[in-house]
Nanobody, 126 residues
Framework: QVQLVESGGGLVQAGGSLRLSCAAS????????MGWFRQAPGKEREFVAD????????YYGDSVKGRFTISRDNAKNTVYLQMGSLKPEDTAVYYC???????????????????WGQGTQVTVSS
């Protein structure tokens, strides 16, 4: 059974940092491009970042460029999202997702991904 499990969310003050993790099981992790998306209340799900199978390519949404860093450890079947300089507008449920249909250079559409985690809440207070 393919499963993605996010962790690391929580409450943080503006300007602070958090690191999210997403542990994958039931799939050949190194064969999948991994992505992070987020969804704020009343808003559509938004692309945050993706990373290619071998981690040689990363791609970020405009709203997080320069503040967030995506990385992966294929030996641990885990993808990470290091978030810094957090703003209240970063408050959302963060989801990780997996795709083997996209190479990792701009896999920024929800429809490109076929496996999703359950999400982890990130709340940034002002």
């Amino acid at each position: 059974q393919v499963q993605l499990v996010e962790s690391g969310g929580g409450l943080v003050q503006a300007g602070g940092s958090l690191r999210l993790s997403c542990a994958a099981s039931g799939l050949t992790f190194s064969s999948y491009t991994m992505g992070w998306f987020r969804q704020a209340p009343g808003k559509e799900r938004e692309f945050v970042a993706d990373i290619s199978r071998s981690a040689d390519n990363t791609y970020y949404g405009d709203s997080v460029k320069g503040r967030f860093t995506i990385s992966r450890d294929n030996a641990k079947n885990t993808v990470y999202l290091q978030m810094g300089s957090l703003k209240p507008e970063d408050t959302a449920v963060y989801y990780c997702a997996a795709t083997n249909y996209c190479s990792g250079d701009g896999c920024d559409e929800i429809k490109m991904y076929d496996t999703w985690g359950q999400g982890t809440q990130v709340t940034v207070s002002s």
